[in-house]
T-cell receptor, first 109, second 113 residues
Framework: RKEVEQDPGPFNVPEGATVAFNCTYS??????FFWYRQDCRKEPKLLMSVYSSGNEDGRFTAQLNRASQYISLLIRDSKLSDSATYLCVVNRIDYKLSFGAGTTVTVRA | DTGVSQDPRHKITKRGQNVTFRCDPI?????LYWYRQTLGQGPEFLTYFQNEAQLEKSRLLSDRFSAERPKGSFSTLEIQRTEQGDSAMYLC???????????FGPGTRLTVL
């Protein structure tokens, strides 16, 4: 079983729509959680850290459910520029990140 | 630009050749990481430095791979006797000791013919 599993999508949504997706992680000792965004053939870029209480950054909301070991990301009012692959990332030891394979989101005009 | 930089951005080599990649982290970051990413997958951890000390190597890092960070600043990743299976994007990231947020460089895309 992979340490971090994501629905690969693609999620194809119109501009202005809300899109949400989850990932699950296998190790209950995981300490830190992140969402990274990766554009085609580019490096991953940190989108947001995910805190136990849930957190919001503009149109993006992240939630963490430790009991069920899943993390979610919700994007409101989708923009064309939100089209990307979203990587769910878990930090089990204090330095090594474990990445999911990514969820592809395509926002259409 | 004060972000993580990597050189070269692209490398095409023939099977059996040696290649070396360089990473310059964000200047105040004392942790440096190497990852490998293949198409359709997320990055996979290869190795990690805190200052000049290499603290962990993944089992993905065979004996043909070696990484150094001699002065605790830039790092190099060398692959000896390259194989076609080594074709991938090699990503470098850095962070401070107090934060788990890692910032990635643009990567070196390796193609082994």
């Amino acid at each position: 079983r992979k340490e971090v599993e994501q629905d690969p999508g693609p999620f194809n949504v119109p501009e202005g729509a809300t899109v949400a997706f989850n990932c699950t992680y296998s190790n209950s000792a995981s300490q830190s959680f992140f969402w990274y965004r990766q554009d085609c053939r580019k490096e991953p870029k940190l989108l947001m850290s995910v805190y136990s209480s849930g957190n919001e950054d503009g149109r993006f909301t992240a939630q963490l459910n430790r009991a069920s070991q899943y993390i979610s990301l919700l994007i409101r009012d989708s923009k064309l520029s939100d089209s990307a692959t979203y990587l769910c990332v878990v930090n089990r030891i204090d330095y090594k990140l474990s990445f999911g394979a990514g969820t592809t989101v395509t926002v259409r005009a | 630009d004060t972000g993580v930089s990597q050189d070269p951005r692209h490398k095409i080599t023939k099977r059996g050749q040696n290649v070396t990649f360089r990473c310059d982290p964000i200047s105040e970051h004392n942790r440096l990481y190497w990852y490998r990413q293949t198409l359709g997958q997320g990055p996979e951890f290869l190795t990690y430095f805190q200052n000049e000390a290499q603290l962990e190597k993944s089992r993905l890092l065979s004996d043909r791979f070696s990484a150094e960070r001699p002065k605790g600043s830039f790092s190099t990743l060398e692959i000896q006797r390259t194989e076609q299976g080594d074709s991938a994007m090699y990503l470098c990231a850095s962070s401070t000791r107090v934060s788990n947020e890692q910032f990635f460089g643009p990567g070196t895309r390796l193609t082994v013919l």
